[in-house]
Nanobody
Framework: QVQLVASGGGLVQAGGSLSLSCAVS????????MGWYRQAPGKQRELVAL????????NYAGTAEGRFTISTDNDKNMVYLQMTSLKPENTATYYC????????WGSGTQVTVTS
């Protein structure tokens, strides 16, 4: 059974930084991509950052470009999201996800940015 467990969320002041981690287990097929999504109250889930496994290419939402960095450790099946210069509008529940013969979602971790 594929499991993704996210951690690292918390409360931070605007301008601060947070690092999120996601541990993946139970995957037995090749991973196509790994990424982070977020969902704010009353809004749809949206992509934050994505990394393609075969090329290493990354995609970022416009609001994340230049401030967030996604990285992976394929040996450890981990995906990370380093977030800097956080803004109150970044407040959301952040979910890690991977695509491998289907889309898998992990537990969310709450990020709250105060002004």
């Amino acid at each position: 059974q594929v499991q993704l467990v996210a951690s690292g969320g918390g409360l931070v002041q605007a301008g601060g930084s947070l690092s999120l981690s996601c541990a993946v287990s139970g995957i037995t097929v090749s991973i196509n991509d790994m990424g982070w999504y977020r969902q704010a109250p009353g809004k749809q889930r949206e992509l934050v950052a994505l990394k393609f496994s075969n090329t290493g290419r990354t995609n970022y939402a416009g609001t994340a470009e230049g401030r967030f960095t996604i990285s992976t450790d394929n040996d450890k099946n981990m995906v990370y999201l380093q977030m800097t210069s956080l803004k109150p509008e970044n407040t959301a529940t952040y979910y890690c996800s991977l695509r491998a013969a289907g889309r898998y979602w992990g537990s969310g971790t709450q990020v709250t940015v105060t002004s």
